[in-house]
């Protein structure tokens, strides 16, 4: 949500160092979160769900529908592209 300005003087103070070395850092410091698990996870869905939040950000429904073979023949469905 940022601009081509805004980011062109945004700071990332952490960007020149590896993981092992914040996690240190946030140790002495007595951060909670040094030792957080890593996480593959969007890290900003609090709920879990994508499809709520996906639905709720583009304000789409993403509807169900059905699998075809290159003829045209129903194979099966499934619950939306979203799923």
Sequence with gaps: MLTQEQLARTLFPLGGMIKNEVRSIAET?????????????????RSGSYVDFIEEYTGK?????????????ILGTHKGVIR
């Design 29 to 45: 410091q007595g951060f909670s979160n040094a030792h957080k698990h890593d996480s593959q996870d969007i890290c900003f869905v």
């Design 61 to 73: 429904k993403y509807p169900e529908g059905v699998f075809t073979n290159r003829s045209g023949n």
